[in-house]
């Protein structure tokens, strides 16, 4: 993504983001409970924002991690929290936390992480 001059909230959220969660199902399995899912929630308009990255090294098998950042601005929606996690383009981003800038309930800024 290119990087953002205008930093007009309508003009930064170009993208369709899913928003999941881990939700209670509504039948019953054979133990008689009623399991957890993993359920898209709703859809919103926000911008990606890479942050940081970084290597995560001595792993078994000499393999290496990627562990990068990313803020993603959306309008205020006080349906997102931390327990969710945003999907664009097949890649699932965690929410680490929720910054709501000046607490006027214009826009949140969801920090996340990905790990590849």
């Not at 942050?51 to 990627?66: E, I, S």
């Not at 996690?85 to 929720?98: E, Q």
Request: with cysteine; aromatic share 10%.
């Amino acid at each position: 993504m290119r990087y953002v001059k205008d930093l007009r909230l309508g003009s930064m959220c170009k993208n369709r983001l899913e928003v999941w969660g881990t939700v209670t199902s509504d039948t019953k399995n054979r133990l008689g409970q009623y399991p957890k899912e993993d359920k898209k929630l709703f859809d919103v308009w926000g911008a990606i924002l890479p942050q940081t990255g970084g290597l995560l090294n001595g792993r078994p098998a000499d393999t290496t991690l990627c562990r990068t950042t990313h803020k993603i601005v959306t309008r205020y929606n006080k349906n997102i929290t931390s327990a969710n996690w945003i999907v664009y383009d097949g890649v699932r981003y965690d929410i680490l936390y929720i910054l709501d800038p000046y607490l006027n309930n214009e826009r949140l800024e969801i920090y996340c992480e990905v790990v590849i």
